[in-house]
């Protein structure tokens, strides 16, 4: 079994080394960063924190390099979606593709490209602190499934989840995958980008009466829409977020779209609160304040280009 | 009138008054530094932009001299009015005193310090503060004032006069509620809006195109301020939405005060301003989701550097 990982930054490296320990897999990257393709080319890639891991991963900056493959997994940054699946889709002619990106619309962007699409949701995490080398920071489940539109088949969607299991990314198939996915979008929207706007922790956050309400009201807007599409919430948003701000699990922690503020790199807005609205607007279903921090947060990035 | 003008607060609203009004009467402004009050002392203020020249006020960080004021000019940011106020108590004999704030509640809090007669005036000037000694006068809009409580009218009226003998523009108007909500609506949004995003007040604040252009926002921040405006039964003098549109095509791209704040770390007037129309909100029993969200995100961002 051939697997090909598109965007090899730490989610997408999580999976190419370790999917790599196994026999039957053979695993290619392709990622832009001349750097880390070099890296991993010369000296495997690296894992550390989590687990100790070193893949023997054959990397590429040119889609073009990638062999014909069984399976793709994605894991760019949302924005990059369109650009990293139309120089790649050739080499999944006869695979399947699975998002484990964040945000929604993303398998939307995929079956534009190729024939059979599979829906993920990833929750272990990382950052590459040198080329080659990721630091792996939290283990944790993906749920994978068919994307309904332009399907994958269940058997293809089960190999891929025992290929990931197998290599110690616990990996469960489900015939429905829209619940994990919105409760992490949900998590996701209520959170990311308070923090991003206020420059405060999760915790922070949390613990301020006024905010922790506007967190509601996020996650209310979001839960609404994810109803009216008929999708089960496979656990409360509100729950893990009151879960994570405690001080023994992320009360510290800088929301990714906070630490994309500071090092002023876009954000996914676009793919989070964004998404929620425009699956809002698709299903009749109306989220104000989805839509004011998205405006809130792109006008944030306009500032960067001015002077 | 003219018997000696007193002017707290050596900001850009402060600097400009006392500037300009030291063409026309006796000013002194009240500073808070010792090393301001010696600039001006030394310099006068330097007034560019929009006009040019070098006024001559007195400066002086205390107040023993307030006694014989006959105008005095509060222009301290909306949080050091309760300061400013205090010092006014047991100073200021006869005199008028005029506020100057952002937002609401200014009067009210003067008011606890003494029983002089009060003048409630909303500026539209702005400029940018160069040194302690130069302020950079950049729109030349008016100041419009209104005869607080029991405060005669015509006391408003040549307050107005003085003032536009000095140079600014200026009104006298019965009431001033409905230019002040006005202001207020502009100001809760724009300033909240400009805090959040780092952006100035410019074309972004206009743009309808896409569903997530911030003109969505900021034309349904307005909206939900009109609706409380009209519970609170005050009909709006101008239209805040068509006071963005405006402001924005002028292509200045001022840097609203809340902004400024928030780049230096300082405490902002949100209480004064977004906070006051929330408040105004939830007394009316009016919805103000989107004004709410705003305020409690500055109050956050706030609470992220104090």
Redo the contacts between chains.
């Keep these: 079994m051939r697997v090909a990982i598109v965007g090899c930054g730490a989610v997408g490296s999580l999976f190419a080394a370790n999917l790599a320990q196994l026999d039957d897999v053979e695993v290619w990257a392709f990622d832009l960063d001349r750097q880390h393709v070099e890296a991993i080319n010369q000296h495997g890639l690296r894992l550390s924190g989590a687990g100790e891991v070193v893949g023997n991963v054959r990397a590429t900056t040119n889609a073009g390099e990638l062999p014909p493959g069984d399976f793709g997994i994605v894991a760019t940054k949302c924005m990059h979606t369109p650009s990293a699946i139309a120089a790649s889709a050739p080499a999944f002619a006869n695979g399947a593709v699975c998002s484990v990106q964040n945000g929604v619309g993303n398998e939307e962007v995929l079956a534009e490209h190729v024939e059979r699409v599979i829906r993920g949701t990833t929750f272990p995490a990382g950052r590459v602190i040198a080329p080659g080398h990721v630091q792996w920071d939290v283990k944790g489940d993906t749920t994978i499934g068919p994307f309904e539109p332009r399907p994958a088949s269940v058997a293809e969607v089960e190999r891929l989840a025992d290929a990931c299991t197998r290599a110690g990314m616990p990996t469960q198939a489900v015939a429905d995958a829209r619940g994990p996915q919105w409760r992490k979008l949900i998590f996701n929207a209520a959170t990311n980008p308070i923090g991003a706007l206020t420059r405060l922790t999760h915790g922070r956050v949390c613990e301020d009466a006024g905010l922790r309400r506007f967190v509601s009201e996020l996650v209310d807007e979001g839960k609404a829409v994810a109803a009216a599409q008929g999708i089960e919430l496979d656990a409360d948003p509100e729950e893990l977020i009151d879960h994570a701000a405690r001080p023994d699990v992320a009360y510290d922690h800088k929301a990714s779209m906070l630490q994309d503020v500071e090092a002023r790199r876009p954000t996914e807005i676009d793919y989070m609160n964004g998404g929620i609205a425009r699956f809002g607007r698709e299903y009749g279903i109306p989220t104000p304040l989805n839509d004011a921090v998205t405006a809130l947060i792109k006008g944030l990035e306009a500032s960067w280009g001015q002077t | 009138m003219t018997d000696g003008v007193w002017v707290i607060g050596g900001g850009v609203i402060g600097s400009l008054f006392a500037a300009h009004l030291s063409r026309v009467a006796e000013v002194t402004l009240l500073c808070r530094r010792p090393e301001h009050a010696a600039a001006v002392a030394e310099n006068g203020i330097r007034i560019s932009g929009r006009a040019d020249f070098v006024g001559r006020p007195e400066a002086s960080i205390d107040p023993a001299g307030l006694a014989d004021a006959g105008l005095v000019i509060v222009a301290t940011k909306a949080n050091d009015v309760e300061a400013a106020a205090a010092q006014l108590e047991g100073s200021l004999g006869a005199g008028t005193v005029m506020t100057v704030q952002n937002g609401l509640g200014a009067e009210q809090v003067v008011r606890s310090h003494g029983a002089w007669p009060q003048l409630s005036a909303v500026t539209f000037m702005s400029g940018t503060k160069l040194a302690d000694d130069h302020v950079e006068y950049v729109l030349d809009t008016p100041t419009w004032l209104a005869p607080y409580e029991d405060a005669r009218f015509d006391v408003a009226e040549s307050t107005a006069a003085l003032i536009v003998e000095s140079g600014l523009k200026a009104e006298a108007m019965p009431d001033l509620e409905p230019a002040r909500w006005s202001k207020l609506i502009f100001n809760a949004t724009v300033n909240g ?1 400009a805090a ?5 007040h ?1 074309h ?1 604040f206009a743009e309808l195109e896409r ?4 003109g ?2 900021v034309r ?1 921040l307005m909206e939900e301020g009109t609706r409380i405006a009209g519970a609170a039964g005050i009909s709006l003098r101008e239209d805040p939405w068509e006071m963005n549109v405006l402001a924005t095509q002028r292509g200045s791209r001022h840097y609203p005060s809340m902004l400024e704040d928030v780049e230096a770390r300082r405490p902002t007037e949100v209480d004064f301003i977004t906070g006051a129309l929330v408040r105004a909100a939830e007394r009316l029993g009016v919805g103000a ?2 004004l ?6 500055v ?3 706030e ?3 104090l």
Excluded: I
């Design positions: 809006v959040l995003t780092g952006l100035p410019d972004h569903p997530t252009d911030l969505h926002l349904g989701p989107l709410t969200a705003v305020y409690r995100l109050k956050g961002r609470a992220s550097y």
